[in-house]
């Protein structure tokens, strides 16, 4: 029988460094062989954390397609490098804006773990929403692009108030609430630009704004349905949310920072 020319360099392996050596050297076998080319059990691992980060479950049959796949890939690529199409520059430029993403992202996670949030951090931030005794508004608009406009509204509004849905339907620019009659749900002043939520909290309720507001998006006439104090829940219910939102700010700060030490030409 023709022996395999692996096998004494892997008996040699075995008896300096033992089985873990012999399982290793098993692991980095490639999972399949396309025209010669290996392709690498790193590239089914990566794609099986990423099925495992959408819920996918490890099984030989999400193993087995993960394979297929690969081979399909390396076929396929090896046919575009016959017609040349792997050194089009413009595919280089894409290979290279999408190897800057993946590095970003990972550096920016990284960031993430080595500067984690404090509980202390998040409840100080948590008590500090909780104390400022926060109101939300429930409120409609129109908006318009003339101020000229946005004053005939008003005076509509005036001798009609029973109007505002309809006015909002059929004049309102804002796309995500003229079909709901220009309602905008419940919110925070700050949810808002300066101008909308400033004059959203001098309103009482069922009045319109008399002069329409003028924001960077146009003019607004905005009513006031309802307004009540905020309701904060519990501190462990929504820790994960202020988690979140305090590490985005922390990684916007760091990247702002970044940038403010660099040398740019």
Do not use: C
Not at 19 to 25: D, K, P, Q, T
């Amino acid at each position: 029988m023709k022996k395999n020319p692996v096998f004494r360099p892997l008996a040699a392996l075995l008896l300096v460094a033992g089985l873990s050596s012999f399982a290793y050297a098993q692991a980095a076998d490639p999972i399949a062989k396309v025209n010669g080319v290996a392709i690498p059990q790193s590239r089914l691992d990566a794609m099986l954390k990423g099925a495992a980060a959408q819920g996918q479950p490890d099984s030989p049959e999400l193993r087995a397609r993960i394979r297929d796949e690969l081979i399909t890939r390396e076929v396929l690529l090896q046919e575009a490098a016959k017609k040349g199409i792997d050194k089009n520059a413009d595919i280089l430029s894409q290979i290279e804006l999408q190897r800057q993403g993946i590095i970003i992202n990972a550096f920016l996670q990284d960031y993430a773990r080595s500067n984690p949030i404090s509980d202390d951090a998040m409840r100080k931030e948590y008590e500090s929403a909780k104390s400022a005794g926060a109101r939300e508004y429930k409120a409609r608009h129109i908006l318009v692009k003339d101020e000229a406009e946005a004053k005939q509204i008003v005076a509509t509004l005036k001798k009609n108030p029973g109007a505002f849905e309809k006015l909002a339907a059929e004049k309102s620019e804002d796309t995500g609430s003229k079909n709901r009659g220009g309602d905008l749900d419940w919110g925070a002043p700050a949810r808002y630009v300066k101008p909308f939520g400033d004059a959203l909290t001098k309103l009482k309720k069922g009045q319109i704004t008399d002069p329409p507001v003028q924001t960077q998006y146009g003019w607004h006439v905005i009513r006031l349905d309802d307004e009540r104090a905020t309701k904060i829940p519990p501190f462990e219910d929504i820790k994960n949310n202020i988690q979140q939102q305090m590490q985005q700010a922390a990684v916007q700060k760091a990247i702002a920072d970044f940038r403010a030490k660099a040398k740019v030409e």
